[in-house]
């Protein structure tokens, strides 16, 4: 079975603090993908990631960065967290291949992490 | 960008009814997904639909691409308590990124 672990299921942060959140997956998957998750919006992709060392912008990558230096881990990174930036932040990962992101992959999701921003 | 427009936004039904929820794009897709999201949990994959017109059913649940390419139904029969959760639809974007509507979230009441 395709794991996706997150680090933190809860966290808890103050306005201005560098945050990571760390994400990690044990099938060897060349994709990678953070999200994040508010009421009546749905599931928002900030940034993926297809190979080591290779990022893209989702939708709503202001305020986020990430890094992908190991092929099972992705980190997303808030620079300098806001109050907006409080919400569920879910992780993914699928097979994906040498041609980049397929068609036709599974995204598997990892629990998510609640962060909130005071 | 693209919007997936999922309704309704939320239902409140009593053990042993049908569910049925809708999602429609504002564009055409190849695929359509359906997910659901049990609390606490991240989402895990129910359904995929890879043509117009095709019916695919897993258990109880059923889903629909529709003919015009640009909406998708899922039809839950006989709910259960474990029903509950928040269903999302989706559709795959070529360059592998997910596109997702807005969540219905089901309560079942015994």
């Known amino acids: 079975d395709v794991k996706v672990t997150q680090s933190s299921r809860y966290l808890v942060k103050r306005t201005g603090e560098k945050v990571f959140l760390e994400c990690v997956q044990d099938m060897d998957h060349e994709n990678m993908f953070w999200y994040r998750q508010d009421p009546g919006l749905g599931l928002r992709l900030i940034y993926f990631s297809y190979d080591v060392k290779m990022k893209e912008k989702g939708d709503i990558p202001e305020g986020y960065s990430v890094s992908r230096e190991k092929k099972e881990r992705f980190s997303l990174i808030l620079e300098s967290a806001s109050t907006n930036q409080t919400s569920m932040y879910l992780c993914?990962?699928?097979?994906?291949?040498?041609?980049?992101?397929?068609?036709?992959?599974?995204?598997?999701f990892g629990p998510g992490t609640r962060l909130t921003v005071l | 960008g693209q919007q997936l427009n999922q309704s309704p936004q939320s239902m409140f039904i009593q053990e042993g009814e049908d569910v049925s929820m809708n999602c429609t794009s504002s564009?055409?897709?190849?695929?359509w997904l359906w997910y659901k999201q049990d609390p606490g949990e991240g989402p895990v994959l129910l359904i995929a639909l890879y043509k117009a017109g095709e019916l695919t059913s897993n258990g109880r649940l059923t889903a629909q691409f529709g003919i015009t390419r640009k909406d998708s139904f899922l039809n839950i029969s006989a709910s259960i308590p474990s029903d509950v959760g928040i269903y999302f639809c989706a559709e795959r974007h070529p360059a592998g990124k997910l596109i997702f509507g807005t969540g219905t979230r089901l309560q079942v009441f015994p």
């Open positions: 993914a990962s699928s097979q994906g291949g040498l041609a980049g992101p397929s068609s036709t992959d599974t995204q598997y």
């Open positions: 564009s055409i897709f190849n695929t």
